[in-house]
């Protein structure tokens, strides 16, 4: 009798462990998935705040210097006022090897329409979350051109005055053409935004540079 007792309590001894070990990997691999998703979604969150913070960046530049709002530019100032956006910059420009192209550009019509063109529709790119491509590549630009405007490899200035540059070579300028480029990189339109729709629009389908 003892013979033939022992096998039948083996079995089942070793059948509740054998259940264990096959609802284990399950429930192990749905809090994986899940924590993957919370990941992903708080990623999705972080991108889309960043896209909108560095939006309103270029969209407030583009309201002050149109409208003079008092705040870098004077109230009464403004480009609708017969201010020029560029000339102060510009013409202030004491360091790197476009100095002088820069005093040239400083004012001119054709540079304050496409700096002002530049300004609100990168800006509106990034708030609404569409074109985003497009807006890494034409900020990308303006920022090249303002980082040169700036020069921080310069130690001193033409007149041989301190620069005051804290880096050598990473300012905001090169930071925000980064940013804007890991935005387009990971379609952060898509969340908090009109990315989803404007990707399915007939010519962006056509045309994958317009994402």
């Given at each position: 009798?003892?013979?033939?007792?022992?096998?039948?309590?083996?079995?089942?001894?070793h059948l509740p462990s054998s259940r264990s070990n096959r609802t284990a990997p399950a429930s192990m691999s749905e809090s994986a998935v899940s924590a993957h998703s919370d990941t992903h979604t708080a990623q999705a969150y972080a991108f889309a705040s960043l896209r909108l913070l560095t939006g309103f960046v270029f969209l407030w530049a583009f309201l002050d210097k149109t409208f003079g709002?008092?705040?870098?530019?004077?109230?009464?100032k403004g480009w609708i006022d017969g201010g020029?956006?560029?000339?102060?910059?510009?013409?202030?420009?004491?360091?790197?090897?476009m100095e002088s192209t820069f005093h040239s550009w400083a004012g001119a019509g054709w540079v304050n329409w496409l700096f002002m063109l530049g300004l609100l529709g990168v800006g509106v790119a990034l708030i609404a979350g569409v074109a985003l491509r497009f807006a890494a590549v034409a900020g990308t630009l303006m920022m090249a051109f303002m980082w040169l405007a700036e020069w921080p490899p310069a130690q001193h200035l033409s007149d041989g005055s301190p620069s005051m540059s804290s880096n050598p070579f990473v300012d905001y300028h090169l930071v925000y053409a980064v940013a804007l480029i890991a935005l387009a990189a990971v379609s952060a339109g898509d969340t908090l935004g009109l990315g989803r729709l404007w990707a399915k629009l007939p010519l962006v389908r056509r045309s994958h540079w317009l994402r």
């Amino acid at each position: 009798m003892a013979v033939h007792e022992n096998p039948r309590r083996s079995q089942g001894f070793h059948l509740p462990s054998s259940r264990s070990n096959r609802t284990a990997p399950a429930s192990m691999s749905e809090s994986a998935v899940s924590a993957h998703s919370d990941t992903h979604t708080a990623q999705a969150y972080a991108f889309a705040s960043l896209r909108l913070l560095t939006g309103f960046v270029f969209l407030w530049a583009f309201l002050d210097k149109t409208f003079g709002l008092g705040y870098a530019t004077p109230s009464g100032k403004g480009w609708i006022d017969g201010g020029s956006p560029t000339k102060g910059f510009l013409s202030s420009v004491a360091a790197g090897p476009m100095e002088s192209t820069f005093h040239s550009w400083a004012g001119a019509g054709w540079v304050n329409w496409l700096f002002m063109l530049g300004l609100l529709g990168v800006g509106v790119a990034l708030i609404a979350g569409v074109a985003l491509r497009f807006a890494a590549v034409a900020g990308t630009l303006m920022m090249a051109f303002m980082w040169l405007a700036e020069w921080p490899p310069a130690q001193h200035l033409s007149d041989g005055s301190p620069s005051m540059s804290s880096n050598p070579f990473v300012d905001y300028h090169l930071v925000y053409a980064v940013a804007l480029i890991a935005l387009a990189a990971v379609s952060a339109g898509d969340t908090l935004g009109l990315g989803r729709l404007w990707a399915k629009l007939p010519l962006v389908r056509r045309s994958h540079w317009l994402r």
